[in-house]
T-cell receptor, first 111, second 119 residues
Framework: SQQGEEDPQALSIQEGENATMNCSYKTSINNLQWYRQNSGRGLVHLILIRSNEREKHSGRLRVTLDTSKKSSSLLITASRAADTASYFCATDRTSGSRLTFGEGTQLTVNP | GAVVSQHPSWVICKSGTSVKIECRSLDFQATTMFWYRQFPKQSLMLMATSNEGSKATYEQGVEKDKFLINHASLTLSTLTVTSAHPEDSSFYIC???????????????FGAGSRLTVL
């Protein structure tokens, strides 16, 4: 079965609210990454957190990683309508291997 | 970060024809590129890994003769959908490793995708 299962599958919030998306995976990883995909476009890398890190920030993004629970969360603070997109987590199990993408969370931020 | 250009962004073709999609790394050399297929509201499905100067590595269940991949240079990989049929209609996305990001970690830069519609 595929690693990287996100929940919720869909999330709808109002502008200004925070959005939290979760990702679970099954095997050991080197790092976990989050990508964003606008409708009909390619993916854009947002942030990477290594297996020895627990939390990372980048602007309005906050990522946590719990390797004991094999889970990660992506928090977008003070969301904007422009944050509307699909968000995917991706696990990198070994250096040089391919990434495994999760099923994604569709985030809708209502103005 | 690096830039990957994918062309065409959309294409409509008749059943039975072949369609070529190009993926170029604009400001870096990509010895490895990845081709994905994505159905509406679903995740990416890795089709094959394209290796410069050698044969592509296809994922299980992907027809090699149907989806021809050529990676003839360090900046260009092409995916040709041969004898396309309506069931091949999908969103195809390429990516390459961007070693400029995250200190050598396995981070991907994606093309904008190609929407294929087979009539």
């Amino acid at each position: 079965s595929q690693q990287g299962e996100e929940d919720p599958q869909a999330l709808s919030i109002q502008e200004g609210e925070n959005a939290t998306m979760n990702c679970s995976y099954k095997t050991s990883i080197n790092n976990l990454q989050w990508y964003r995909q606008n409708s009909g476009r390619g993916l854009v890398h947002l942030i990477l957190i290594r297996s020895n890190e627990r939390e990372k920030h980048s602007g309005r993004l906050r990522v946590t990683l719990d390797t004991s629970k094999k889970s990660s969360s992506l928090l977008i603070t003070a969301s904007r309508a422009a944050d509307t997109a699909s968000y995917f987590c991706a696990t990198d199990r070994t250096s040089g291997s391919r990434l495994t993408f999760g099923e994604g969370t569709q985030l809708t931020v209502n103005p | 970060g690096a830039v990957v250009s994918q062309h065409p962004s959309w294409v409509i073709c008749k059943s039975g024809t072949s369609v070529k999609i190009e993926c170029r790394s604009l400001d870096f050399q990509a010895t490895t590129m990845f081709w994905y297929r994505q159905f509406p509201k679903q995740s990416l499905m890795l089709m094959a890994t394209s290796n410069e100067g050698s044969k592509a590595t296809y994922e299980q269940g992907v027809e090699k003769d149907k989806f021809l991949i050529n990676h003839a240079s360090l900046t260009l990989s092409t995916l040709t959908v041969t004898s396309a049929h309506p069931e091949d209609s999908s969103f195809y996305i390429c990516s390459a490793r961007d070693w400029t990001l995250s200190s050598g970690a396995n981070v991907l830069t994606f093309g904008a995708g190609s929407r294929l519609t087979v009539l």
